[in-house]
């Protein structure tokens, strides 16, 4: 399987530490270099691509928009 070029700032190596399964989705905390990336997909996803917490994955981030507000 070839992953598609991607702009290295929007992705993040690491390993999931934490799984919360629910009926439909399922929130994965992901452990990288950077800090802690949560993301939520559904749960059949978990499934199929067997995420189990200590699998080393890579988190892709896409947005649309972000707001940014100066402190």
């Known amino acids: 399987m070839s992953t598609p070029t991607i702009n290295a700032r ?3 190596r690491g390993k999931i530490r934490e799984i919360v399964h629910g009926p439909v989705l399922s ?18 996803s978990v499934k199929e691509l067997d995420l ?9 981030v896409k947005a649309t928009e972000v707001a940014v507000a100066k402190l």
């Not at 929130?27 to 059949?44: N, Y």
């Open 52 to 60: 189990q917490v200590g699998t080393e994955v890579l988190a892709f």
């Open 27 to 44: 929130e994965l905390d992901i452990e990288t270099p950077a800090g802690t990336v949560t993301s939520v997909i559904t749960t059949r």
């Open 10 to 12: 929007n992705q993040f």
